[in-house]
């Protein structure tokens, strides 16, 4: 029932952008926090941001250091929609980027579902 459908990813040059979005449904989107994970090649998931559900108030967000001033997290509660945007991209970014939910309503691990991935590649 719980969907969570990554797009936006895609081929960039070192120093470019790409927004990633995440389509969410079986579930009601404005009462959990969501985060963006990633996978590099070779390597383990490695969280990249959250964000709080802002439907209780907060509207927090955190980021992992070494995207810090490049990467924003947002969401539409309206829209069933996360968001992050990815600026001056790095090859190091380049990973197969997911969306997660968290299990519990006012946290943010564990999460209990992601989607299906979405690929960015930062390449000259």
């Known amino acids: 029932e719980v969907q969570l459908v990554e797009s936006g990813g895609g081929l960039v040059q070192p120093g470019g952008s790409l927004r990633l979005s995440c389509a969410a449904s079986?579930?009601?989107?404005?009462?959990?926090?969501m985060s963006w994970v990633r996978q590099a090649p070779g390597k383990g998931l490695e969280w990249v941001s959250a964000i709080d559900s802002g439907d209780s108030g907060g509207g927090f967000t955190s980021y992992t250091d070494s995207v810090k001033g490049r990467f924003t997290i947002s969401r539409d509660n309206a829209k069933n929609t996360l968001y992050l945007q990815m600026n001056s991209l790095k090859p190091e970014d380049t990973a197969v980027y997911y969306c997660?939910?968290?299990?519990?309503?006012?946290?943010?691990?564990?999460?209990?579902?992601w989607g299906q991935g979405t690929q960015v590649t930062v390449s000259s």
């Open positions: 079986g579930f009601t989107f404005s009462s959990y926090a």
């Open positions: 997660a939910k968290a299990l519990f309503v006012g946290t943010y691990y564990p999460y209990d579902y």
